[in-house]
RNA sequence: GGUCCCAUCGUCUAGCCUGGCCUAGGACGGAGCCCUCUCAAGGCUUAAACACGGGUUCAAAUCCCGUUGGGACCA
């Protein structure tokens, strides 16, 4: 049994995209689940489009994914003459030749044909006239059989048939000494013995161009495996007027990296009717049979979702560290110095369940964060009245009289007071919320008690009730 | 235009290969109820789909043919 080999080969033209995360994903999966291989090649021969920011964007993509390759990353434009030199043994072999056709020519004799109601297909003229290269302006092509069919049984699709008669003679290295995407990725398939292809389906139809390039050139052909596309919510391929396709840009919403690979993985795949998957169990699950044969929409919804999913239960911890960079960003970096790590980690429990992502969590954390808390004009008028501020001494005077903070006995306390001035709990609970947190909606009063510790819980309840005094 | 791919709730999907267990299951989202100091979380309930038409069969979401509709590639 060949080890198993996969790649990953994205082209460079801006960043890493959802759409090219879940095929790595896939690919990545099964080298693992395998024991295989798995190789990162960046193909860059579009000179043009290609930069080396994008080179960075798609490394840096794949390590915040956790996504990590064993060989590579292999650039194309640094192999141009292994191209060359395959390219001239087809040449060699007779099974390509050189073309003079101009582009303007091809277009002309295609409309024609096209008008006559034939295949648009190159018309073979220059096939066997056996020219040479001598003006060095010919482009090569190679001669794809015209008979017999090609079957491509696919890891996902099945077998699929392909009539040769209607293959075209691909160019394989243009007039400028350029290879064309098709060879130079079989070139580097073959060369880098790559036993699986995976990678979108709308590379299907290429497939059968390859295979034979593969054969002339005696490599082995891999096994092929087409992975559905995913489109937006209008069922067009997903592209920036769907929202963000970057996947750093679902780094920078305050996504976890393990939340964003379960979301892609199951937008195409399933295993009964699991939804949550840690990565041991993707790997060990993760099966060719079960991936989905139809396109997908993808929906930010069930993403939301099951991020808030690996909030709630991913180590408090690593949340925490997660969360850091974000504290920063929102301008809170003096207070995340001041804080442990201990009494971070201490805030993602209390507010886990709130947080939907992590830059919702850094709103819900900031009320802690400060010895003081502000408290919005209007939010203070409705809650910090005159009325209230009585029983908010009462309150303030009991709490005083406890020597440390004991979430059960301050309880008591706080129900005990209740009782005996007749009012509801929610009378008391809002003013007291909102002199603790500045906001009408937090994690439970006690669990907020504990957090801020004893002496910030009086200290800004008496600022509570000095404002309320004022009111 | 040619070739190829695809088709189950709004969305992701289970079931399809190996017909009967499907009065089609789960999840997100929606609606409602419960819990409740607020907001969440959680629990329960609920609406919602086999694209269409033929065939094969005692029986079809499942097999076959066609239609329609989407998509990809070629240039």
Redesign the pocket.
Known sequence: MTQVRVRFAPSPTGFLHIGGVRTALFNWLFARQQKGVFVLRIEDTDRTRSTDESIQAIIEGMKWVGLDWDEGPFRQTERVNLYRDHAMRLLEQGQAYWCVCKAED??AR?KEA?AKGL???YDGRCRNRGLTNQAGDAALRFKAPQEGEIVVDDLI??K????NH?Q?DLIILRSNGYPTYNFSVVVDDGLMNITHVVRG??H???TPRQVPIFQALGFPVPRFGHLP?ILGSD???LSKRHGATSIMAYKEMGYLPDAMVNYLV???W?Y??Q?IFSRQELIEKFSWK?V??????F?P??LL?IN?EYI?SSPPTRVAQALVPLLEGAGLRDEVRSISDDGLTQLVVLVK??AKTLVEMVDWVRPYLGQSVAVEEEVARKFLTPAVAPTLSKLLARFEALPAFSKQQWEEVFKQLVEEEGIK??QL??PV?VALTGR???????EVMEVLGRNRTLFRLRQGIERASRM
Do not use: C, Y
């Open positions: 091809l277009e295609r096209e295949s648009p297909k699709k099945g699929i048939l392909f009539d209607v075209d389906d709308d299907l139809t290429n596309m069922k067009a391929r199951r937008l195409g399933s009964g009717d939804e079960h989905q044969t139809s396109a997908a929409v929906n919804e069930k979702w808030a709630k369940e709130r709990m929610g609970a809002q919320r009408t909606a937090s994690p439970g009063l006690f």
